[in-house]
C-alpha cells in the first residue's frame, strides 16, 4: 500500500493534471480548427472549378485538360489566333523524306519511282506488310501519320492549290477530301507550288509557298472543314528565329 502523499503534493498533483487536460483540451481544439479550415478551403476549390466558365488552373493549362464533367472544352477561336502569325517557311519540311521521319514506327512507308515515270512516287502505307493505302505523288509529295490516321496533300507542283486527304488506315478508307482555299484562282504558266504540313488531335496545318503568295491554312482533322485561313504577299519576309 502506498504511504498518503502530503497535502501539499496532492494539491499540486492536482493542479498539474488540471494543466495538463487544459492544455490537451487546447490541442484538440487547435487540430479541429485546422481541419475545419481544410475542409473549407476544398469546398472553396470544388465550387469553384464546378461554376460554369470557372476553372481552378490557368487557361493556358486548361485548355490542354480535359474538362470537368457537363462542361464542354472551350472552343478556340483559330481565326483569331491566326490573325497575329507571321509567316514562316521550313523548306526541308518540303518534301516526303522528312515526311517518313514525322510519321511514327506502326507502319512501313514506301516510296517507289518507277523506271516510266520518274517525276512520280508512288507512296504505300503497309501494315505487317501488308498494303493498307497508297497513293501518286512526287518529290515534293508531304504527309503524316498520327496514330492510326493518314493526311496527305494530294496537289501539282506546278499547279496552284491542292487537296488535303485524310485516311482510316485501320480500314484503309479515306474520310475525307477537303479542297485548300489557298490563294484562290491564280493564273499561271511557269509556277511552283510547295506546302508542309504537319497534324495534331484537332488541326492539321498547312503551309503554302506559290510561285504568287503564301499561306497558312488550318483543317479540322474530324470533318476536313476550313477552320481558318490567312495569305500572305509573295514577298513577305520570314520571321527569324530569335538571335539571327
Known amino acids: 500500500m502506498e504511504p498518503a502523499l502530503p497535502g501539499t503534493s496532492a494539491k499540486l498533483l492536482q493542479q498539474t493534471e488540471r494543466l495538463m487536460n487544459k492544455q490537451e483540451e487546447q490541442s484538440m481544439k487547435r487540430l479541429l480548427l485546422a481541419a475545419i479550415a481544410t475542409i473549407s478551403a476544398a469546398c472553396v476549390l470544388v465550387s469553384t472549378m464546378t461554376q460554369p466558365g470557372a476553372t481552378a488552373e490557368p487557361p493556358e493549362v486548361a485548355a490542354e485538360t480535359a474538362s ?62 501488308k498494303e493498307v493505302y497508297r497513293w501518286k505523288g512526287h518529290r515534293h509529295s508531304v504527309f503524316r501519320i498520327l496514330e492510326d490516321r493518314l493526311y496527305y496533300a494530294r496537289f501539282h507542283f506546278s499547279g496552284s492549290g491542292g487537296t488535303i486527304v485524310a485516311v482510316d488506315l485501320k480500314s484503309g478508307k479515306e474520310l475525307w477530301a477537303s479542297p485548300l482555299k489557298a490563294l484562290g484562282p491564280v493564273e499561271h504558266s511557269a509556277y511552283l507550288n510547295l506546302m508542309t504540313l504537319t497534324a495534331g488531335f484537332d488541326e492539321v496545318v498547312i503551309h ?14 474530324a470533318t476536313g472543314q476550313t477552320l481558318a485561313h490567312k495569305t500572305f504577299p509573295k514577298d513577305e519576309p520570314q520571321n527569324q528565329p530569335d538571335g539571327q
Open 68 to 129: 470537368p464533367a457537363g462542361h464542354e472544352k472551350p472552343a478556340i477561336n483559330y481565326a483569331k489566333a491566326l490573325d497575329s502569325a507571321v509567316w514562316r517557311w521550313e523548306p526541308e519540311m518540303a518534301s516526303p523524306l522528312y515526311c517518313v521521319t514525322q510519321c511514327g514506327n506502326k507502319y512501313d512507308i514506301q516510296l517507289l519511282s518507277k523506271k516510266d515515270d520518274r517525276y512520280s512516287l508512288i507512296i504505300t502505307i503497309l501494315a505487317d506488310g
Open 208 to 221: 503554302g509557298n506559290e510561285s504568287m503568295g503564301r499561306y497558312v491554312e488550318l483543317k479540322s482533322v
